[in-house]
């Protein structure tokens, strides 16, 4: 394997892209599902805009760096990642907050039914949303549904209005077919809208092609826009002129310089907006986009499906490693950018290998989720983290008397 690796990485049409990036050295870091990495162009373009467009042209930043527009020429940059035509995507607020001004747009287009279908085990916080919007209107007007995974299709009926899924499942990294499932969620009239914050910048997406309504995604996972960085929505311009959002601040309004006392939404995709953009947040995403922007999405897919396969197979050579348990599809192609583990000790052993430089994540109960980020990882680290995680594997009972198993706050 010594060798394939190494031809792996002399082969790797993206390797050069890890420059890109800044990364601490001594440290594999395999959480860029949560977190991506900061790349060179983000550090640079965040103290331009500190220095000279705030601490020298102060409010003149608006105009002359076109502030005002940065939501929209962000989101344009994401599109081609969603297979998205311009237009139909915004930067703004996260995935919580945009995915209450998409239910409560999408239940008022569907009068007659207010079940709103989602899965269990899905992120948290896209049910809990559901939950707020029903406390809200109430259940005659917003009833959530979640049932397992396996029985969604046979929950598409006449009375969902709304059908709201994570593409690449959190835990577990399972991919849904989304044009299977949009495709049979429309032909009972359902509005389908996609959680992507596992899938932008990781999996080629077909987001125009699928007819998706509407999607939501994250800036900081594998789209490197950091901690807390801006989401973003896509909604498809055939909506454009059937919808409004509840949350109608000024930057959302037409002409919001006019300031006019009554609400009027502006023409497309900005109606999405409702706040003042966060400028320094969003041209640190701004700026990281451009590692993409020569980036075949296909490619980087290919990357990070061998990569995985690797850990697999490097995995397998070791005896010692046969406890962790694949939770995550055996089947590449059924999975994201990520492999999850379940162990009774996973705690214990997701904090051995931070303190050894290798960088995965704990989820409760007892998962260890290792993320690929094909851009700025190599072969070799997937081999040096296997190698890691060999040792602390055969120290375990060392690690079971230092670290207790214990919830993450991460
Ligand atoms: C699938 C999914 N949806 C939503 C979120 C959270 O979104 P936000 O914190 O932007 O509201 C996350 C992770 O934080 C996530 O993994
Ligand atoms: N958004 C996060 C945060 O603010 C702190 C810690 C982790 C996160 C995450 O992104 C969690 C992530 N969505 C997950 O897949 O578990």
Known sequence: MQNTVQQLDDNDPLAHKRNAFVLPENMIYLDGNSLGALTRRSSERV???????????????????????????????????????????????????????????????????????????????????????????????????????????????????????????????????????????????????????????????????????????????????????????????????????????????????AFTEDYQPALGIKQFLTGTPSILALAALDAALDVFADVDMHQLRDKSITMTEVFLALKDQHAELSELQLISPMDSQCRGSQLSFSHPQAYAI????????????????????????????SFANIQQAIEVLCSIMQEQSFLQSRFQQKRAVT
């Open 350 to 377: 997701c904090q051995a290998l931070i303190t050894k430089g290798v960088v995965p994540d704990f989820r409760a109960p007892d998962i260890i989720r290792f993320g690929f980020a094909p851009l700025y990882l």
């Open 47 to 257: 103290q331009e805009v500190v220095r000279q467009q705030w601490g020298q042209d102060l409010i003149g930043g608006w105009n002359l760096h076109d502030w005002i527009n940065l939501p929209q020429l962000t989101g344009e940059k994401i599109a081609p990642l969603l297979g998205a035509k311009s237009g139909q995507v915004i930067v703004c607020d996260s995935i919580s907050v945009n995915l209450f001004k998409l239910l409560t747009t999408a239940l008022s287009m569907q009068p007659g039914r207010v079940r709103v279908l989602s899965e269990q085990g899905n992120f948290p916080t896209d049910l809990y949303m559901v939950q707020g919007v029903q406390t809200l209107l109430g259940e005659q007007r917003c009833e959530l549904r979640s049932v397992a995974s396996e029985q969604l299709e046979q929950e598409f009926t006449e009375d969902v209005a709304v059908l709201l899924l994570t593409h690449v499942n959190f835990r577990s990294g399972h991919i849904h077919d989304m044009q299977r499932l949009t495709r049979l969620a429309h032909e009972k009239g359902i509005l389908v809208i996609w959680d992507l914050a596992h899938s932008a910048g990781a999996v080629p997406l077909t987001l125009d092609l699928c007819k998706v309504d509407f999607a939501v995604g994250c800036g900081y996972k594998y789209l490197n826009g950091g901690p807390g960085a801006p989401a973003f929505i896509y909604a498809a311009e055939k909506h454009h002129s059937a919808v409004q959002q509840p949350l109608s601040g000024w930057m959302g309004h037409a002409n919001p310089f």
